[in-house]
C-alpha cells in the first residue's frame, strides 16, 4: 500500500513523535511489556513526549484551576499531612478510606512514598507530583486493581475527568497489548475503557480531593457524596490470572 502525501508529511516532519525512535521504541515496549516492575519504559515514554505534554501545560493547568480549591491547592503546593501506613490499619475503622486503602497498598506490595521531597518549582510539576501520590487512592476509590485490565479502566476513569497526552498514549498502548498479544481479553478490556470512562465523566471532579484528610470516613460515602458509580466490568470472577503491578502516573 503506497503511502499518501499527508501520511509521508507527517513521517517526516522532525516535530513528529511517530518519527522519534525513543518514542517509537517505548511506546511499543509499554505495549509489549506492560507487566514490567520497574515501570521503566513508562517513565521512557514520558520523557519522550514531555514537549507534547509541556505544549498542552498551560491550557491543562487553567483547566484544573477552574475547578473548585484545586487553585488554591496549586498555589499551597498541597501533599497532605504525613502519614504511615501501619497507622491506618491501626486507627482506621473497616470499610474506611485509610483502612481500605493501607490493604491496598500492603496486598499489592506497594510502598508509601514521602512525596514531600520532590521538588515542584511550577504548577505543572506539582500536579504530575500529585497525580502519582495519589494514584493509588483513586485505585480505591474507583475499585479498579493493579492489574493490567484495572489499570486501563483506571486511565478511562481519569479521561472521564481531563484526558492529558501522556495518559492517552498510556492507554492507547495498553489497548494495542490486549488487541496484539492478549487478544483474548480485548473485549473485556475494551469494556473496562468504556466504563472506566464513563464512570469518570458521570464523577464530580476529584483532582481537588483532599484524600489524606478522609482516612477516617467510610468509603462507600465518600463514593456517593462524589458519584462515583459501582464498576460492573471487572468483577473479580471475569478476570483472568494477571500478575499484579502498580503504575505511577
Known amino acids: ?17 511517530l518519527n522519534d ?10 505495549a509489549a511489556f506492560p507487566q514490567d516492575p520497574e515501570l521503566a519504559w513508562y517513565f521512557k515514554l514520558e ?7 509541556d505544549m498542552q501545560a498551560s491550557d491543562h493547568v487553567e483547566q484544573l484551576q477552574l475547578y473548585p480549591g484545586m487553585a488554591e491547592m496549586i498555589s499551597q503546593r ?20 485509610g483502612y481500605v486503602y ?13 512525596y514531600s521531597a520532590y521538588d515542584s518549582p511550577d504548577d505543572l510539576n506539582y500536579i504530575k507530583i500529585r497525580k502519582m501520590q495519589t494514584h493509588d487512592i483513586w485505585h480505591v476509590i474507583t ?11 483506571l486511565q478511562g476513569f481519569c479521561h472521564g475527568q481531563g484526558p492529558t497526552v501522556y495518559q ?20 473485556l478490556a475494551l469494556e473496562a475503557l468504556f466504563e472506566g470512562w464513563q464512570r469518570g465523566s458521570a464523577a464530580h471532579p476529584l483532582w481537588a480531593v483532599r484524600w489524606e484528610e478522609m482516612w477516617h470516613r467510610p468509603l462507600k460515602s465518600i463514593q456517593a457524596e462524589y458519584n462515583i458509580l459501582p464498576g460492573q466490568v471487572l468483577q473479580r470472577d471475569r478476570l483472568p490470572n494477571n500478575k499484579i503491578f502498580s503504575l505511577k502516573v
Open 102 to 114: 493501607y490493604h491496598h497498598m500492603t496486598e499489592n506490595g506497594i510502598p508509601a512514598y514521602n
Open 1 to 17: 500500500m503506497e503511502i499518501t502525501e499527508s501520511m509521508a508529511q507527517v513521517l517526516t516532519n522532525s516535530n513528529s513523535v
Open 47 to 53: 520523557e519522550t513526549i514531555r514537549h507534547l505534554d
Open 168 to 187: 492517552t498514549l498510556l492507554m492507547t498502548a495498553l489497548v494495542l497489548h490486549f488487541a496484539t498479544i492478549n487478544t483474548k481479553n480485548l473485549g
Open 21 to 30: 525512535p525513543a518514542f517509537v521504541q517505548a511506546f511499543l515496549s509499554v
Open 143 to 153: 475499585g479498579y486493581n493493579t492489574e493490567i485490565l484495572g489499570e486501563l479502566a
Open 78 to 97: 498541597y501533599l497532605g499531612p504525613q502519614y504511615k501506613l501501619e497507622d491506618l490499619n491501626k486507627d482506621c475503622a473497616p470499610g474506611t478510606l
